[in-house]
């Protein structure tokens, strides 16, 4: 079995699949980093802190050019669906938002091994999942996280 393969995400926890997931999408901001254009930073874990910290509005904020905001990731083993109860950060990413962040969740469909890239203002708070399905579908976080334009 290889690392990253299908039959090798099968074989793991949730929890380890959302912290591979985090390692891919840091290595593509440490790739970045040499762009003077890119910054980033990852937001405390107020999971790991064990409530020490508060919670934050997403895993990491992030500045490029002209726009900038919050990036939630989300490791999920559904093939299309994102249910609300896995973005419990969603009320103050649209306020953010509002404000005029381009806040964005990155969610990676582990099992499928894909990628799709959100705008939080396209996410309707009102119903209890969304079907993904028509956002495209990515093999790599990079490639999602450059389809919008803003990186």
């Known amino acids: 079995m290889k690392k990253h393969d299908s039959e090798w995400w099968e074989s793991i926890t949730p929890q380890e699949a959302g912290k591979e997931t985090e390692i891919m999408v840091q290595g593509v901001f440490k790739k970045w980093n040499s762009r003077t254009d890119f ?3 990852r937001m405390p874990d107020s999971r790991a802190s064990r409530g ?5 509005p997403a895993d990491y904020l992030y500045r490029c050019g002209r726009s900038s905001g919050f990036i939630e990731l989300k490791a999920i083993d559904l093939p299309f669906r994102l249910t609300r109860a896995r973005l419990t950060q969603l009320p ?3 306020k953010w938002t509002m404000a005029g962040g381009d806040d964005l969740v990155l969610v990676h469909h582990y099992r499928k091994q894909t990628w799709r890239l959100l705008l939080v203002a396209e996410l309707d708070p009102s119903i209890p999942s ?9 093999a790599d976080p990079e490639t999602a996280l450059k389809a ?3 990186f």
């Not at 969304?130 to 990515?138: H, K, N, V």
């Open 39 to 41: 910054a980033w930073h």
């Open 92 to 94: 103050v990413l649209r």
């Open 148 to 150: 919008l334009g803003l």
């Open 52 to 56: 020490r910290l508060p919670a934050q």
């Open 130 to 138: 969304w079907d993904l399905r028509p956002y495209g579908e990515f």
